[in-house]
């Protein structure tokens, strides 16, 4: 696979990351529901333009 220029003005580098079937699965599920890949996911998380709150107790 090659990477593609995106909107963001860099290419995509391949990553590698760990979980289980059913996170995986469920990580995927929510991408799809959000009408991404997860890939954009991904870089959407980390860039942070859909925001995470921490739990209460990590403030």
């Keep these: 696979m090659q990477p593609r220029e995106t909107m963001y003005g860099e290419a995509k580098k391949r990553r590698q990351l760990m979980a289980t079937d059913e996170g995986w ?10 009408d991404l890949s997860a890939s954009e996911l991904v870089e959407r998380l980390g860039r942070g ?8 107790s990590k403030r």
């Design 49 to 56: 333009t859909i925001p995470l709150e921490p739990p209460a």
């Design 25 to 34: 699965d469920g990580f995927k599920a929510l991408a799809t529901s959000m």
